[in-house]
């Protein structure tokens, strides 16, 4: 497990191998939540599966929490931790910093190259200096999101970037939009250590969790009361991880009821299990139905209104027994492994597959005779075909494992032991 990668093994764990797929089914799923809308003749359907695709990043942080707690908290000496928090945040750094930078690179890279190959006018016009302001009111005026960051604004950002702050950003999203989780994510790690310990201690793990719901919704009902949907608040509900923080932290009260039912020989039954699967179910559908009504109700479902849903997902999930082949349960590991590089790198690796789509539907014969320009304006006339979508998510699921395998764990194995003697002096 990714999360679990790194940490102390005093004693065999139990193995989440249902978190594991769906880790890596939440992948997917945000993948097709910003992708799957650039096929026109789908469009007219596509978003209803796509609509509620913000459902992967709040489920991710909740098992996040969930797993993190299972992995670092020592249940036998008062859940304290089984490591100091400086080796903990090493760790995670070593973790999260080869991803943000590889897929940073890698996005930066890729709005060059479409700005340079300049298939259509509005590729033309890319650089990684364009940015869109997170606005969500109904009726926006043109060009009212689009923005070009002045050279302070750019230096400004990458500095943030390079220290994975990006996600205090409120106004835009830069460079590799995804990014912003594994932002958020760092700051819920720090936080952990002095966090996880004193909510597992909670006498009533499940009055804090309701409470926890309660408060997570607070902030966009605060928005929706007074103010017009605009910017900063918008980028504030949707990314800021302070506003964020109550999804991890139910990720960690939900796996202190997990493991004291646990405790005490208690297993899932079927009625439960129908409960919850009707509560995400209903919850999708209910909420799809909600978002026709506007600003306010994206807002709701975004902060708040779907977290029980995700909380589902997640315990039901850690049930799931693992799979008779250990063959099988290697692959669930190795994919849900993938699962934050694919986070990271699906938009830079979608560029480059449907420019290289064009291109090749164009007339790619004009390009192998050195014609450039003329084979590019063929290229920016093609569109881009559904069919070739599943080679797409293949693709991407492949280079994410050899990412995750090779790049990630390579970095970390170099960056990991220097940084742990520095901070255990």
């Not at 996005?107 to 890319?126: K, R, Y």
């Not at 835009?172 to 790690?189: G, V």
Request: hydrophobic fraction near 50%; charged fraction near 10%; proline fraction near 6%.
């Amino acid at each position: 497990m990714t999360d679990a990668q790194s940490a102390p093994t005093p004693r065999r764990r139990e193995r989440f191998m249902g978190l594991e797929w769906l880790r890596f089914g939440l992948g997917l799923y945000l993948v097709a939540f910003h992708t799957l809308h650039a096929y026109q003749p789908i469009r007219s359907w596509s978003h209803y599966v796509t609509d509620l695709g913000f459902f992967a990043t709040s489920t991710f942080f909740v098992l996040s929490g969930f797993l993190l707690t299972h992995v670092y908290l020592d249940a036998r000496s008062n859940h304290v931790m089984r490591e100091p928090a400086r080796s903990f945040w090493v760790k995670r750094f070593s973790n999260l910093y080869p991803i943000h930078i590889g897929s940073l690179l890698l996005a930066i890279l890729m709005a060059q190259m479409v700005g340079w190959l300049a298939l259509t006018p509005a590729d033309a016009a890319t650089t990684y200096r364009f940015v869109a302001y997170d606005i969500n009111r109904a009726a926006l005026f043109p060009g009212e999101t689009h923005h070009i960051m002045s050279y302070a604004e750019l230096f400004t950002n990458l500095g943030l970037n390079a220290v994975m702050l990006q996600a205090w950003n409120p106004y835009y999203l830069t460079f590799n939009p995804p990014s912003w989780s594994i932002s958020a994510l760092f700051f819920f790690y720090l936080w952990f250590p002095w966090l996880a310990p004193k909510l597992m201690r909670l006498r009533r793990p499940a009055i804090g969790l309701a409470i926890t719901l309660a408060v997570y919704v607070v902030p966009a009902l605060i928005v929706i009361a007074l103010t017009n949907y605009d910017t900063p608040e918008t980028g504030i509900l949707h990314r800021n991880p302070i506003v964020r923080m109550p999804e991890f932290i139910a990720g960690i009260l939900l796996y202190a009821i997990y493991a004291r039912r646990r405790a005490t020989g208690s297993g899932l039954s079927v009625a439960t299990g129908g409960i919850l699967g009707v509560l995400i179910v209903v919850s999708f559908v209910g909420g799809t139905l909600l978002l026709t009504f506007g600003s306010a109700a994206y807002y709701l479902l975004h902060d708040g209104l779907l977290l029980p849903a995700c909380l589902a997902a997640v315990y039901l999930a850690a049930f799931v027994r693992p799979a008779g082949s250990e063959r099988i349960n290697d692959w669930a590991v190795r994919l849900g492994g993938a699962a934050l590089p694919m986070f990271a790198l699906h938009i830079p690796l979608f560029t480059a597959f449907t420019r290289l789509e064009k291109i090749l539907a164009g007339q790619p014969s004009l390009c192998l005779a050195g014609q450039w320009r003329p084979c590019f304006d063929a290229a920016g006339q093609a569109t881009l075909s559904v069919w070739a979508y599943p080679l797409y998510l293949v693709l991407t699921i492949a280079a994410c494992v050899v990412f995750q395998q090779r790049f990630v764990r390579g970095a970390r194995h170099l960056i990991e032991p220097p940084l742990m003697r520095l901070v255990m002096r």
